[in-house]
């Protein structure tokens, strides 16, 4: 299983739109889109979890591809190092 991430995602962006541009390349097995609390649209970024083959070619079908304006990032997540970020 991977876990990717997808980056610079328009702020409009539904879940529907999300998985079926991931879709194309294999089964999804979860996904999720961060969203602000009080808006409800989406803060730019999301995580999918797919087959490894199936995750590497999304990598390499859909990181760059341009979606309203974007250029979409999408690359495996990397794990959170500590003492980044947050609040003190």
């Not at 649209?41 to 990598?59: L, S, T, V, W």
Request: charged letters at 35%; aromatic letters at 10%.
């Amino acid at each position: 299983m991977l876990r990717l991430y997808a980056g610079n995602l328009p702020p409009d962006i539904t879940e529907k739109e999300f998985t079926e541009l991931f879709s194309e390349f294999g089964r999804i097995f979860k996904y999720e889109l961060a969203r602000d609390i009080f808006t409800g649209r989406c803060r730019g970024f999301g995580f999918i979890e797919m087959e490894g083959h199936e995750g590497r070619a999304a990598i390499a079908g859909l990181n760059g591809r341009t979606l309203r304006g974007n250029s979409l990032r999408v690359n495996e997540e990397r794990p959170r190092t500590k003492g980044r970020g947050g609040r003190r």
